[in-house]
């Protein structure tokens, strides 16, 4: 099948209140503009240093979100165009990201990554970190940001029980912060499915899903 032909196959699967984030991740241009081409506009990205090259490069109506790990250092060069940063884990790296937005005379849109897997690996901060986060004078104080929902993951099992249980455990969380009306905090995005798992992400409430492989292939 071709790009295209699983983009719509996916798209038409989706229910209407699920955005859908085309994980372009090593992948080249020519890959990006067959699924443009098709109507894609949001594309996910995990280092920003090919992100910036394919902003470069591609039409300028894309909404470019950024999935990865993120080094504070790197910030500055997805500043002036990223849309959506997903996996933000810290005050500090929130610090970095709001001094780099008022360079740039904009606000950014962060999610917060809630850690919910059973691996240590995986990035993130738990409830009582992200109680305490929203709830500082310094987040208060971060007037170039907003966050707009929270992110998680999965642990990387075939125990779809598990999976469940972890994406009710971080639909439960977002529920309670939903109400939360601030400056710089409206939570009303809830991302989180991948090509392995996002249908049973969005039986449990995702409003986001990542995918990349079930769209342009493996890797």
Not at 23 to 39: M, R
Not at 121 to 132: A, P
Not at 165 to 178: A, G, P, R, T, V
Request: net charge neutral; hydrophobic share 40%.
């Amino acid at each position: 099948m071709s790009i295209k032909e699983n983009l719509l196959k996916i798209k038409s699967s989706l229910p209407e209140n699920v955005t859908l984030v085309a994980v372009s991740k090593t992948k080249p241009v020519a890959d990006l503009l067959e699924a443009y081409n098709t109507g894609q506009r949001i594309f996910g990205e995990n280092k920003i240093q090919e992100m910036t090259e394919k902003w470069e490069q591609m039409p300028k109506d894309i909404q470019w979100h950024m999935i990865g790990h993120i080094q504070t250092n790197k910030v500055k060069f997805m500043a002036p165009y990223v849309s959506l940063i997903h996996g933000v884990d810290s005050l500090k790296l929130l610090e970095e990201i709001n001094k780099q937005a008022i360079k740039n005379n904009r606000i950014i849109d962060c999610l917060l990554q809630i850690h919910i897997a059973e691996e240590e690996t995986k990035f993130g901060l738990n409830e009582e970190e992200l109680k305490e986060l929203l709830a500082s004078e310094s987040f208060k104080n971060l007037i170039n940001i907003r966050i707009v929902g929270l992110m998680g993951m999965a642990t990387f099992t075939e125990n779809q029980s598990q999976i469940k249980k972890e994406f009710i455990h971080l639909k439960s969380i977002f529920d309670n912060y939903q109400q939360l009306k601030t400056e710089n905090c409206q939570i009303n995005t809830l991302s989180m499915g991948m090509s392995g798992d996002y249908q049973l992400a969005i039986a449990c409430g995702s409003t986001m899903v990542r995918i990349g492989s079930s769209i342009f292939g493996g890797r």
